[in-house]
Structures are given as C-alpha cells and as structure tokens.
C-alpha cells in the first residue's frame, strides 16, 4: 500500500496511517509494513511537479526501491488527479472511491472517469480488486 498525501507535509494530519485503516488492512490479511511518505514538492497542488500528482513519479520511486509491478496494480483516489496518476503510472485500473471528494468528481468530471472503476467506498474497491483477480471477497 503506498499512499500520497500532502496534507501530512504540512502537519495537517499526523503522517501515519490511523489506527482504523490499519486494521482493515490487517483484517484483510494484509500486513501493513511501513508507509513511505512523499517527497516533498515544491509545485502548489493540482500543478504539475516532479513528486506532485497527476506526476507518477512517486509511484515510480517506489516501483524502483520495492520492485513493485505497477501493470498489476491499483490506484485508488478520490479526484480525477487520483485517477490521471494511475494512468500515468501505467496501473492495471485507476478506481474512484465515492467517498471523500469521490461524489462530486463523479458527479463534475463524468467524461474523463469513464476509464475509471466507480465503486461506494474502499471496501468495495478491495472487492472489486479481489473480484477482478478471481478472489471471493471476504463476507463481512
């Protein structure tokens, strides 16, 4: 799990993962190792910078230091930048969460997310992604 956020950057949020996010990982039977914050940009969000989205290339760094696959992987936002960062990235989907931002970018952008996966929220983007992998999704 890789995660992108600015607003840790400037201690808006604590820089970890909460605590209920974790544990969804962990009920899921996914170990949650670390979680590697950005690097820093020096673009303002929504303009295009080496380390800012739509720019893949922190998907990339990782892609080098952990030897990530990103043709089998997923991204999962809620903005259209979100989405733009995984089709950049070359990602196996790009899935809009409905929650957060994710309503009204369905609702603002309809044209350009129609390459995207729409689903409620993350549990459904884990189901989708275990469904598209031929996984039963756990019964919750």
Same mark, same amino acid.
């Given at each position: 799990?890789?995660?992108? !956020?600015?607003?840790?950057?400037?201690?808006?949020?604590?820089?970890?993962?909460?605590?209920?996010?974790?544990?969804?990982?962990?009920?899921?039977?996914?170990?949650?190792?670390?979680?590697?914050?950005?690097?820093?940009?020096?673009?303002?969000?929504? !303009?295009?910078?080496?380390? $800012?989205?739509?720019?893949? !290339?922190?998907?990339?760094?990782?892609?080098?230091?952990?030897?990530?696959?990103?043709?089998?992987?997923?991204?999962?936002?809620?903005?259209?930048?979100?989405?733009?960062?995984?089709?950049?990235?070359?990602?196996?989907?790009?899935?809009?969460?409905?929650?957060?931002?994710?309503?009204?970018?369905?609702?603002? !952008?309809? $044209?350009?997310?129609?390459?995207?996966?729409?689903?409620? *929220?993350?549990?459904?983007?884990? *189901?989708?992604?275990?469904?598209?992998? *031929?996984?039963?999704?756990?019964?919750?």
């Amino acid at each position: 799990m890789l995660r992108n !956020q600015l607003l840790p950057l400037r201690h808006v949020f604590r820089a970890e993962v909460p605590s209920h996010r974790t544990g969804l990982v962990r009920t899921g039977g996914i170990c949650l190792d670390r979680t590697v914050p950005p690097k820093r940009c020096t673009a303002h969000p929504g !303009q295009a910078g080496r380390g $800012g989205k739509p720019s893949p !290339q922190f998907l990339f760094d990782a892609r080098d230091e952990f030897g990530i696959d990103l043709a089998r992987s997923y991204l999962i936002g809620d903005k259209l930048i979100d989405l733009e960062c995984g089709w950049n990235a070359g990602v196996r989907a790009s899935i809009l969460v409905r929650t957060g931002y994710g309503a009204e970018t369905e609702r603002k !952008q309809a $044209g350009p997310i129609t390459r995207a996966v729409v689903v409620d *929220d993350l549990t459904a983007a884990a *189901d989708w992604i275990l469904r598209s992998l *031929d996984i039963q999704p756990l019964n919750r």
